[in-house]
């Protein structure tokens, strides 16, 4: 069984290019979370989403950020017109009903 | 709304010695769970607490949920240099489908 895949896993961009970080969930499971990681920082929390709908926005950014998770396809994590504070890592995680979370490796943003 | 606490932020330990990080709630908890991020990994799910007073073992580890479910410990005996890595708890309360947030999470150094 695959765990979570999250691609790319690593990410170069320029200034006010956009940046498309995309998330596959462990097969049978409907919860997907994003969130963000600064170097030796914790995890903060973006979004929660379910099947096609956003459950929990509270902590993305409500400009250039947005989130979906289309009833087909993973879960896509879009950032438009990033700036260099935008560089963090991305982690994506899944759970089932259960709650346990299962994260992927992450996507490595580097904003020039 | 909930404040959870996890302290220390950091800690050394030399190889053998025990080590016990804390997660401190302000309110009464449905369930804990706890991860491991090893250093440029990603997080583990490593155990989840729900019952009040619950005492968990994993070999070296040993998990303890409070009784009044506000409070929750992981604690390492005999460290080793695998045990490296930061140590986060992700406290849940009850009603329904919620964002998970993570505690910020005690970064562990084991010195050989």
């Known amino acids: 069984n695959a765990g979570v895949m999250q691609n790319p896993r690593h990410l170069v961009r320029r200034r006010g290019q956009e940046a498309r970080l995309r998330c596959s969930p462990m097969k049978g499971h409907s919860h997907v979370y994003w969130y963000r990681q600064l170097p030796e920082e914790g995890l903060k929390f973006m979004v929660y989403?379910?099947?096609?709908?956003?459950?929990?926005e509270s902590g993305m950014p409500k400009e250039r950020f947005s989130a979906e998770f289309p009833k087909e396809g993973p879960s896509i994590l879009r950032i438009q017109q990033v700036v260099r504070g935008d560089s963090a890592a991305y982690f994506c995680?899944?759970?089932?009903?259960?709650?346990?979370?299962?994260f992927g490796e992450g996507s490595r943003l580097t904003v020039l | 709304g909930q404040q959870v606490m996890q302290i220390p932020q950091y800690q050394h330990v030399q190889e053998g010695e025990d080590f016990t990080t804390y997660c401190n709630s302000s309110t009464t908890l449905s369930n804990i769970q706890w991860y491991k991020q090893r250093p440029g990994g990603h997080p583990v799910f490593l155990i989840q607490?729900?019952?009040?007073?619950e005492v968990k073992k994993q070999k070296r580890l040993t998990f303890q949920f409070g009784e009044a479910k506000k409070n929750s410990s992981l604690h390492i005996t005999a460290t080793q240099t695998t045990d490296v890595g930061t140590y986060f708890c992700?406290?849940?309360?009850?009603?329904?489908?919620?964002?998970?947030?993570f505690g910020t999470g005690t970064k562990l150094q084991v010195i050989p």
């Open positions: 989403l379910q099947k096609e709908n956003i459950i929990d």
């Open positions: 995680a899944s759970s089932s009903d259960t709650g346990e979370l299962f």
């Open positions: 992700a406290p849940r309360n009850s009603g329904g489908y919620q964002k998970v947030t």
């Open positions: 607490l729900v019952k009040s007073g």
